[in-house]
């Protein structure tokens, strides 16, 4: 009998989607909507009575269609695009996420709501909607326009950002702690496995997937890449992340291989239909009474989030080099809330740390933000156009002065050989400082342990123990230290000559040039070594001995530095020939440069 009776839920939700998501696509507007209020119609608080009888197995249904719905967005994300998106798309988003998440909380507060349903409904309101903004342009046919381009590399570097969010979100609903240091560890661990992941999962999966994909056999290769998929869940799962980032990882590795376009038509089918039980399954959430309880808060999240997205995504897009009109029509393209709304609400539920009533409004928010998408897309030129014509003459002036001197700095970048070298330089900087940061954590957990594998360390009390590990990670990692501050003289160097042209700074160049070369490596090593020192605040030495030990190290450093960049030399090169292609061309001479 629960087979009837799950068969009577599962055709209740498909014939009710069928239908309502018919009406929708013959009224123009997005089918996402549809699915929603699909659920709303069979859900359990709508009247007279509910379609669906055993919520709980739809629910197991709607994970499923979370994990397929996650895996699509990494196959579609594919880790070539992060290197075309651009900065114009990182400094968007970044700037986004981190505003809307500030006002998000501040609205929470404002609400008198705790302090965790404040955190979590700045994180909703934080990342726009894939889906949404992608079928709506399909359906406006803009998607080829430029500042549609645009959207697309702002919303690959969100998903990539909401991943992080979501893990982070788990960490600290677990702990119940709102802690910076926590918060820095667990950006840190989630770094670390996402570098190691990426780079044994780059070596294995597109090679294993193409190979099953030579077998012609559409079986074969659906079951293998599901069974990565799952795989990568469960793994993550077993590391006490969400679910969401193992399948989005293994999406965005598969998109490697060159069976991709193949695999993408496999999936798709079982993801519309897993994905749809999902949309439907938020819908069914939903509680008209709290709808009617808090029309007020949903109000202003509602304008929050439109004129908020609009301003912080116009403040990125300009910052990054673009005309204030195309910065305006990207932002209105992408205020909505979406599907990571509803994931990031899930989580905060089925960990028991928000508040029930949360859940029902995001749902209203983004049903409302995605109902508003077409028109604000649509309007889009007319509104920039508007708004323009009413600026003041010398605001307009400046306006272009900005977009030109920025997008000179675009167009006066480095080309050939140049480009080549900045480009390995900058993921050399990036592997090096990832691995001073796996380095640190991996002498933090060794300090947690009851009895150190190591010798010497027996009968040491607890602060000369920490002193002995935290040297320890200090003179291992000098190395990469030392390499890393070359690798960035040698970046600051290139941009300064490219980025300040001697008719800017007169008799002034070299020595802005000099300053410029000199302070952004210093800035930066500053900066990772005071995240460091947070990183390893378990394992620092006291105060006295640490200051020692500082100038100890900066001595040592000053002596022996070209032995440190010899060693570094030939780690690089047998790092070279164990990864192939990755840092090619930086062979011993780099580490001198």
């Known amino acids: 009998m629960h087979g009837i009776s799950f068969i009577q839920d599962l055709a209740a939700v498909l014939l009710v989607a069928g239908v309502v998501t018919v009406v929708f696509h013959r009224l123009h507007q997005p089918v996402v909507l549809g699915y929603l209020l699909a659920g709303f119609i069979i859900g359990p608080h709508t009247p007279p009575f509910p379609l669906v009888r055993d919520e709980e197995t739809i629910r197991i249904l709607a994970d499923l269609g979370l994990v397929f719905l996650l895996f699509s967005l990494g196959l579609e994300f594919s880790l070539k695009k992060l290197r075309a998106v651009g900065i114009a ?25 705790s302090s965790m349903d404040s955190i979590f409904l700045g ?37 990539i950002l909401a991943i992080g969010i979501i893990a982070l979100l788990s960490g600290l609903a677990r702990s119940g702690v709102l802690e910076p240091l926590a918060a820095l560890t667990a950006i840190g661990h989630l770094g670390v496995f996402l570098v190691a992941a990426v780079m044994i999962g780059l070596l294995t999966v597109p090679r294993l997937v193409d190979y099953v994909a030579r077998f012609n056999s559409s079986e074969m290769l659906l079951v293998t890449v599901l069974g ?22 293994m999406g965005a590795l598969i998109a490697e291989a060159k069976a991709l376009p193949r695999v993408e038509r496999l999936v798709e089918p079982v993801r519309d239909l897993f994905s749809a039980i999902f949309f439907v399954t938020v819908g069914m959430l939903i509680e008209p009474r709290l709808l009617i309880d808090y029309a007020v808060p949903i109000a202003v999240i509602t304008v929050g989030v439109v004129l908020g997205k609009i301003a912080t995504r116009w403040l990125g897009v300009f910052l990054a080099g673009h005309s204030g009109h195309t910065a305006l029509r990207a932002g209105m393209g992408l205020a909505q809330i979406g599907e990571f709304s509803f994931i990031i609400a899930t989580l905060g539920l089925s960990l028991g740390v928000i508040s029930e009533f949360l859940y029902p409004i995001a749902v209203a928010v983004a049903g409302i933000t995605t109902f508003l ?19 003041p003459r010398n605001v307009k002036e400046f306006s272009g002065l900005y977009t030109r001197w920025a997008g000179s700095l675009v167009a006066a970048g480095p080309k050939g050989p140049v480009r080549a070298m900045l480009h390995r330089s900058v993921w050399i900087v990036i592997i090096n400082l990832t691995l001073i940061v796996a380095l640190f954590l991996g ?29 320890a990670a200090v003179l291992i990692s000098l190395p990469l230290f030392i390499a890393t501050y070359r690798k960035l003289q040698a970046i600051s160097m290139v941009l300064a000559e490219l980025s300040l042209p001697g008719r800017l700074s007169g008799e ?28 390893t605040a378990t394992i620092l030495p006291p105060r006295e001995i640490l200051i020692a030990l500082i100038v100890l190290f900066a001595l040592l450093v000053w002596w022996l530095h070209r032995g440190f960049l010899r060693i570094y030399s030939r780690l690089q090169i047998a790092l070279e020939q164990k990864l192939g292609t990755a840092l090619k061309g930086a062979g011993p001479g780099e580490g001198q440069a």
Not at 126 to 134: K, P, Y
Not at 510 to 516: F, G, I, K, Q, S
């Open 89 to 113: 798309a990182l400094i968007g988003a970044l700037t986004e996420i981190v505003l809307m998440l500030w006002v998000g909380y501040e609205i929470g507060l404002l609400f008198d709501w």
């Open 123 to 159: 994180a909703m309101l934080s990342i726009s909607s894939t889906t949404i903004v992608v079928k709506t342009l399909e359906e406006l046919k803009r998607k080829q326009e430029p500042f549609a381009h645009l959207i697309m590399g702002i919303l690959i570097v969100e998903d």
């Open 228 to 249: 990565l998929c799952f795989g990568s869940c469960l793994l993550v799962a077993k590391l006490d992340y969400s679910i969401a980032l193992g399948a989005f990882l």
């Open 373 to 391: 998408t077409p028109y604000l897309i649509r309007g889009s030129d007319r509104i920039a156009d508007g708004l323009t014509h009413l600026l």
């Open 443 to 471: 002498f933090a957990y060794l300090a947690k342990l009851p009895m150190l594998p190591l010798p010497l360390t027996s009968g040491l009390s607890p602060p000369m123990r920490n002193t002995l590990l935290w040297s």
């Open 508 to 535: 002034l160049t070299p020595a802005v040039r000099a300053l410029v070369a000199q302070g952004i490596p210093m800035a930066a090593l500053a900066l990772f070594g005071l995240f460091t020192l947070v990183l």
